[in-house]
């Protein structure tokens, strides 16, 4: 399974830690200490390296040592933070989501009567319908 360890930076701030990815611009996280800061930094990175690869961008190589913004408050860390990515693909893109549709009121209410579950059986015709395979 594919791992990606980058640096983050976490700096001291009056509310905790601010987190930032010196190789990764734009990829930010916080916490009120610094474990918060830690798992906060993670679950940003894997959003961060999901939205890139979602998107077609070429992931820069991790830094052997990271640039530390000379801004950057006194007392910082420099940290490795690890992600999975192919687990935060796999935990989005099978989280369940919300979607409006519109179908006659007679239609739902026999369904009701039934007991139908709308999601179960929405998602089985889409399967059917665009001819795909339900990821395991």
Not at 74 to 83: D, F, H, N, R, S
Not at 103 to 114: D, G, H, N
Request: net charge negative.
């Amino acid at each position: 399974m594919r791992r990606l360890t980058y640096f983050a930076v976490f700096e001291p701030t009056a509310e905790g830690y601010g987190v930032y990815f010196p190789d990764l611009p734009g990829c930010v996280s916080s916490g009120k200490d610094f474990e918060q800061a830690q798992e906060n930094a993670t679950e940003a990175l894997g959003l961060h390296v999901y939205g890139m690869e979602k998107d077609g961008d070429v992931l820069p190589a991790p830094s052997k040592k990271p640039h530390v913004d000379p801004d950057t408050a006194e007392g910082y860390i420099v940290a490795p933070v690890t992600v999975f990515p192919e687990l935060v693909k796999n935990e989005l893109d099978n989280r369940a989501v919300k979607t409006n549709l519109t179908i006659p009121a007679w239609l739902k209410e026999l369904a009701e009567a039934e007991g139908v579950n709308f999601s179960k059986v929405l998602q089985a015709a889409l399967i059917d319908y665009l001819g795909v395979r339900a990821p395991r």
